[in-house]
Each structure stands twice: as C-alpha cells, then as structure tokens.
C-alpha cells in the first residue's frame, strides 16, 4: 500500500507541476491546484504510514498553500475575469466605442486578417495618457525558447473578441525589429 501511494502522491506532483507551470489560463491553473492538493494529501499520508513526521509537516503546509491555490485562482482570478468579460459583453449592447479588459494583452493570440502571427505578452502604455503605445507580440519558439520578441504598434490594431487583429501581413510583420526579451523599446 505504501509504495502504491508514493507513486500516485508523485505522479500527482509531477501532474500538477506541469499543469500550473504551463500557464495555460487562470481555470487550468486553478486546475492544476486541485491537483496539488491531491498529491499533498497521498504524500502527508505516506509519511504517516511510513513514520516520516518532516514529509507529514510539509505535506500538511502545502495541503494549505494548494487550497490558498484554488482559492486564489478558481475562485478569486476566475471572477475578476468573469467580471471584465461581462463588461467586455454588455459593452458592445452600449452606445460609444466597445471595451476589452487590457488584461487580454498578456495572453491574447495575434493575427492578420488570416494568419496567426504570434501572442502578445504585455503591452506599453502612456503613464500620462493612458494611451496603448504598442503590445509586445511573441513568435515561434517552443515554450518560450527561440521565440522572437516583436515591438506591434497600436495604431492600426483592433481587438474581436480574444484576439488582436493587425492589419499588417505575415510579411510586413517579420519586418519589424526584434526586441530583446529583456530590454523593450521606451517609444
């Protein structure tokens, strides 16, 4: 029984390491705790069975640093986003120009009228203005390694839905200079 519940308290861990660590949204992270918590509790438990009081004790912390996990992320995150795609959604029913939450521009897919050209990473705003000066789109690369940083001015971008339309080709796209990851244009 002991051995059977290492493995399933480590191909737990090792589960929700690589679902939170992939950043793949705010419900699968949450997910991803969920998971954790799992594996935390089938580790708390073999070191009781076991007589391992050090692997009990930090099982049982980070039992509760999982369930601060879930809190924070399928119930805190996920109605903060629930709320700004509401607003997004009742925007567009509204006179005047339609709102995004400016949180999309860390994650939002880029594209031309039809072809994905990468995803924006951040975005650059006037601190006077509060004007979008450019978004930072990230292309190619596996997993952030080899992947090409680019500066994509805000004039001419709108965004539909979840996504950032350009009107610039794949071509005119790879023109623009890369940036390095580090050190982002000031204009």
Wanted: with cysteine; net charge neutral; glycine share 10%.
């Amino acid at each position: 029984m002991e051995n059977s519940l290492s493995w399933v308290a480590t191909a737990a861990t090792i589960l929700a390491a690589s679902i939170t660590a992939s950043n793949l949204g705010t419900r699968i992270t949450g997910y991803g705790f969920i998971v954790f918590t799992f594996g935390s509790i089938a580790w708390f438990s073999f070191g009781l069975m076991s007589g391992q009081p050090a692997l009990m004790w930090t099982n049982a912390a980070l039992t509760v640093l999982n369930l601060f996990g879930i809190w924070r992320w399928l119930g805190r995150q996920a109605t903060i986003e629930d709320g700004s795609a509401a607003a997004a959604r009742a925007s567009r029913a509204t006179p005047g120009e339609a709102l995004f939450p400016v949180s999309l521009l860390a994650h939002a897919k880029v594209r031309s009228e039809s072809t994905r050209l990468g995803a924006c990473v951040d975005a650059m705003a006037g601190c006077a203005s509060g004007r979008i000066a450019y978004v930072m789109v990230s292309e190619g690369g596996i997993a952030g390694a080899g992947e090409t940083f680019r500066r994509l001015p805000w004039d001419g971008v709108r965004v539909e839905g979840e996504e950032v339309i350009t009107g610039l080709d794949q071509a005119q796209f790879c023109k623009l200079d890369p940036a390095p990851k580090d050190e982002w244009p000031a204009r």
